[in-house]
């Protein structure tokens, strides 16, 4: 048995047993196992009944494809309208708040105009003791701009004394005036003067007498005007152009031609305000102002209403500083006058002195009355000087024949009067006008 069982396990040529085949079949089964377990841990056959065929996996692609487009479609509309919404509504914000910026820019204007000024001329400062605070008077000049107009640069700058010269417009109606005016101007010396020529007449009459002339660019609005007008007509002009003369850098004594001069003006100025201007008034009162009682019976106990009056400055006679405020004071007179029928003397005194109220913005200008006894008007003259023995000794600066239409006479009496030494020479005019 022995024999046997040896010769059943033995094999020829050294193969393997039964045994050793099968141990090897299980090794190699678990080794199988372990790499499907690794690779497919959720089970073969599970596995492959998860992946869909070719077919499938098309139809459905397709499927979720048509349904993310409607639904991005649908999305893209609708954020489409939203934008639409949202941008409507911003261009409501944003007339909203310009509007809005409009009103406060309306509202802060005259504390941001004031407030900037006083910055730009110093450093804020503390108010000092009681009766030592004095408030600015003298505006800032504006900065010379010679491209306006340089031709008048250069006449100007031959012309003026100090940056200042009288000016006077002028045209053939008033030739003979202007004689008077120019010749009295160069008794007394004043060099520094120039007139402004509205025709050729009055050009070659200045050039042929050697007075400083100016004739300003062909203007049709202007010369029309210059050539035909009386004395308003004129008048309404200068506001128009001494603009470029304060453009320019330049301060201007603007005369009318009806004006004779015993003194240079230059001398008895204050240069502190915009505009200094001689008086229209007749006294002290009516020149520099006064309390003027209103009397209503009706009103019972406030029967009496007290006001502030004074008598208009003459738009005929007056110095005018280069500054913003009195540049556009020249604008709103010409503004005005362009656009209805007033006197200019009448608009100028608007423009001057009327206050900000609801609807108007008062102009910002310093202004002074000159002394009415030495730049003296025809009233003050005719009415109180020359029947006052103390008042005819005073030697005026000027005396403007403003009150009386016979002015050429007037003048020539008053040159008389005070020149020639004829005590007699103003006797023979009435205090008014003989019509």
């Known amino acids: ?38 690779l497919y841990p959720d089970g073969l056959f599970r596995s492959f009944s998860t992946l869909p065929s070719h077919g499938q996996d098309s139809a459905a692609d397709w499927s979720l494809g048509n349904s993310a487009k409607c639904e991005t479609s649908e999305r893209t509309n609708v954020l489409k309208s939203e934008l639409a919404s949202l941008s409507q509504k911003n261009e409501d914000l944003k007339k909203q708040v310009m ?42 000049t504006v900065v010379p701009d010679e491209s306006v107009n340089p031709r008048l640069a250069k006449i100007l700058e031959k012309v003026a004394v100090r940056k200042e010269l009288i000016v006077a417009l002028a045209n053939s109606n008033v030739k003979d005036m202007l004689e008077l005016w120019f ?40 010369d029309s005007i210059g050539r035909s007008g009386g004395n308003h007509a004129v008048s309404g002009l200068k506001f128009r152009i ?12 603007l005369s009318d031609v009806d004006i004779i001069y015993f003194q240079n003006p230059f001398d008895h100025l204050y240069r502190d305000s915009d505009v200094e201007s001689m008086s229209d008034g007749h006294n002290n009162m009516t020149a520099y102002g006064y309390d003027d009682v209103f009397d209503e019976p009706s009103m019972g106990w406030a029967r009496y209403a007290h006001t502030m009056r004074i008598w ?18 020249l604008d709103r007179v010409a503004d005005r006058l362009a656009r209805q029928k007033s006197w200019d ?11 900000s109220h609801p609807g108007y913005e008062g102009l910002h200008a310093s202004k002074r009355t000159m002394d009415i006894y030495l730049f003296m008007n ?20 000027i005396v403007h024949v403003n009150y009386h239409p016979e002015k050429f006479a007037r003048m020539k009496a008053v040159v008389d009067f005070y020149v020639n030494g004829k005590q007699d020479a103003l006797d023979p005019f009435p205090d008014g006008s003989r019509y």
Do not use: H, W
Not at 21 to 35: D, E, H, K, N
Not at 242 to 253: A, D, I, K, P, T
Not at 345 to 355: C, G, I
């Open 378 to 397: 025809s009233k003050v003259l005719f009415k109180t000087v020359r029947k006052d023995a103390q008042l005819r000794r005073l030697k005026p600066v």
């Open 345 to 355: 003397q009448a608009v100028f005194n608007e423009e001057l002195f009327n206050p």
């Open 183 to 222: 010749q009295n101007i160069q008794r007394v010396g004043i060099p520094n003067y120039l007139v402004v020529a509205l025709d050729d007449e009055i050009e070659r009459f200045c050039n042929s007498s050697k007075v400083p002339v100016y004739r300003r660019n062909p203007d049709e609005g202007i």
């Open 242 to 253: 001494l603009r470029e003369f304060l453009q320019l850098g330049y301060s201007v004594l």
């Open 1 to 38: 048995m022995a024999g046997r069982r040896d010769g059943l396990l033995a094999r020829p040529n050294g193969s393997p047993s039964r045994g050793s085949r099968i141990a090897m079949a299980v090794a190699v089964g678990v080794l199988l196992g372990c790499v499907c377990a690794f």
């Open 99 to 140: 509007e809005l910026t409009t009103k406060l820019k309306l509202a802060e204007q005259g504390k941001d105009q004031a407030q900037n000024q006083f910055v730009a001329r110093g450093e804020q400062r503390k108010a000092g003791p009681f009766g030592t605070v004095k408030s600015l008077r003298t505006n800032p």
């Open 312 to 329: 208009v400055y003459n738009s005929g006679f007056f110095y005018i500083r280069p500054t913003v405020p009195s540049i556009e004071l």
